[in-house]
T-cell receptor, first 113, second 111 residues
Framework: DGGITQSPKYLFRKEGQNVTLSCEQN?????MYWYRQDPGQGLRLIYY???????QKGDIAEGYSVSREKKESFPLTVTSAQKNPTAFYLC????????????FGQGTRLTVV | KQEVTQIPAALSVPEGENLVLNCSFTDSAIYNLQWFRQDPGKGLTSLLLIQSSQREQTSGRLNASLDKSSGRSTLYIAASQPGDSATYLC??????????WGAGTKLIIKP
């Protein structure tokens, strides 16, 4: 079954901790994205990657880091520098960055405790 | 800067009605516009993608239109069903290949 898998579904972070959210796709897509979703707001782009070993900051990259060592994988680390990390995080991919449809994972809900 | 607005934020209609969801954007320089559906606590499912050169797209009971010059898109849902209850999001792909999102319309179909 082709698709995007995010894990875990729920994640709890203590103050000062770094946590990593997983995103894996088997769609052979070049482009991958991380978004943050807060209630009543549109999705906001954190980071995106168009090819392996390359990624670019989105609108709200501060306090986050990513890597793209493999085409299939685009993990997101929420660092202790992110002051308000509680949110719903969505990973997406598309064949190329441009005129094509984006596909989304099921999301990870991160809560600071 | 591109901004996307969806009005209303919430909509409740009886089952069986036809309905229209609205999406407006401020900059007509877009590559495409997508409509998505999101169920509570879940990811997004792409419903329809309209390229900038197209006027509309149809999938089953759904029809999406695009008027670039006026900065508007509508999603028409025919013969609504309780299973259509969800949040509907629109996003435009701007000239930098970035998706710019509306905040969504929460739709409730009453049985």
């Amino acid at each position: 079954d082709g698709g995007i898998t995010q894990s875990p579904k729920y994640l709890f972070r203590k103050e000062g901790q770094n946590v990593t959210l997983s995103c894996e796709q088997n769609l052979n897509h070049d482009a991958m994205y991380w978004y943050r979703q807060d209630p009543g707001q549109g999705l906001r782009l954190i980071y995106y990657s168009q090819i392996v070993n390359d990624f670019q900051k989105g609108d709200i990259a501060e306090g986050y880091s990513v890597s793209r060592e493999k085409k299939e994988s685009f993990p997101l680390t929420v660092t202790s520098a992110q002051k308000n990390p509680t949110a719903f995080y969505l990973c997406a991919s598309s064949p190329i960055r441009g005129r094509t449809e984006a596909f989304f994972g099921q999301g990870t809900r991160l809560t600071v405790v | 800067k591109q901004e996307v607005t969806q009005i209303p934020a919430a909509l409740s209609v009886p089952e069986g009605e036809n309905l229209v969801l609205n999406c407006s954007f401020t900059d007509s320089a877009i590559y495409n516009l997508q409509w998505f559906r999101q169920d509570p606590g879940k990811g997004l499912t792409s419903l329809l993608l309209i390229q900038s050169s197209q006027r509309e797209q149809t999938s089953g009971r759904l029809n999406a239109s695009l008027d670039k010059s006026s900065g508007r898109s509508t999603l028409y849902i025919a013969a609504s069903q309780p299973g259509d209850s969800a949040t509907y999001l629109c996003a435009v792909m701007d000239s930098n290949y970035q998706l710019i999102w509306g905040a969504g319309t929460k739709l409730i179909i009453k049985p």
